[in-house]
């Protein structure tokens, strides 16, 4: 079973950029598609970014297109979260999610019959303006 934990977040000014990371235990990283989802106070949760499990493809919301970098290093069992050109509106618990199906990722948000396998614990990012 894999367990994730992200870092990376943290207060930044309208403009920067941060990378957040997902640190994954276990040996069976590259076995899991990976996803990153925030959630704002008072909203749901949102789905922002996906890549499958050799990291050749990729899916993105198109609120972060452009602007979020999702990568992964299967030697490290890290997923990353290259964010730039950030807003005061990117504030938010950033999120990452495993699931051996890239598909369940995507729809998690969408379709309430379907999670993701593995979240972790989330990172807060706040950009002030």
């Known amino acids: 079973q894999v367990q994730l934990a992200e870092s990376g977040g943290g207060l930044v000014q309208a403009g920067g950029s941060l990378r957040l990371s997902c640190a994954a235990s276990?040996?069976?990283?590259?076995?899991?598609?990976m996803g990153w989802f925030r959630q704002a106070p008072g909203k749901e949760r949102e789905f922002l970014a996906a890549?499958?499990?050799?990291?050749?493809?990729?899916l993105y919301a198109d609120s972060v297109k452009g602007r979020f970098t999702i990568s992964r290093d299967n030697a490290k069992n890290t997923a990353y979260l290259q964010m730039d050109s950030l807003k005061p509106a990117d504030t938010a618990v950033y999120y990452c999610a495993a699931d051996p199906k890239l598909h369940t990722l995507v729809v998690a948000t969408t379709d309430k019959d379907t999670d993701p396998e593995i979240w972790g614990k989330g990172t807060l990012v706040t950009v002030s303006s």
């Open positions: 890549i499958i499990r050799g990291g050749g493809s990729q």
């Open positions: 276990g040996r069976t990283f590259s076995n899991y598609a």
